[in-house]
């Protein structure tokens, strides 16, 4: 069983994403399965959001959403498409950072 670290750094989340994924067998999905998953849960969080902030108020009872449990669904599909895609999310980040520093914003 893999074993997520103390305190992981982004490279660690997703080598622990990759084992989890393929102990729980959930390697079968193609990166179309897993962005509309990854979609659906960016809706629960926008949902789960929008409680938290006691917006729009629903009739019906629905089950309770925990902010800190979408950013978690969010967190771990992306993990997974950047798996999935081979991208490493840490670089990726670093390099947009760097264009972004470069750039003009209003």
Same mark, same amino acid.
């Given at each position: ?5 103390a305190h992981p750094s982004l490279p660690e989340l997703q080598r622990y994403m990759d084992e ?16 509309? #998953? ?6 629960? !969080?926008?949902? @789960?959001? /929008?409680? =938290?902030?006691?917006?729009? &108020? ?5 089950k309770h959403l925990e902010l800190e449990e979408e950013f978690a669904d969010v967190l771990s599909?992306?993990?997974? #498409? ?6 490493? !999310?840490?670089? @990726?980040? /670093?390099? =947009?950072?760097?264009?972004? &520093? ?5």
């Amino acid at each position: 069983m893999a074993d997520l670290p103390a305190h992981p750094s982004l490279p660690e989340l997703q080598r622990y994403m990759d084992e989890i994924c393929k102990e729980r067998g959930w390697t079968k999905d193609g990166y179309a399965e897993k962005f509309l #998953l990854f979609s659906e849960e960016v809706g629960e !969080l926008a949902k @789960a959001m /929008r409680k =938290k902030q006691g917006l729009y &108020q629903e009739k019906a009872r629905q089950k309770h959403l925990e902010l800190e449990e979408e950013f978690a669904d969010v967190l771990s599909y992306l993990l997974d #498409l950047a798996n999935y895609f081979q991208v490493d !999310l840490e670089q @990726a980040f /670093r390099a =947009k950072e760097q264009i972004n &520093q470069g750039r003009t914003w209003e």
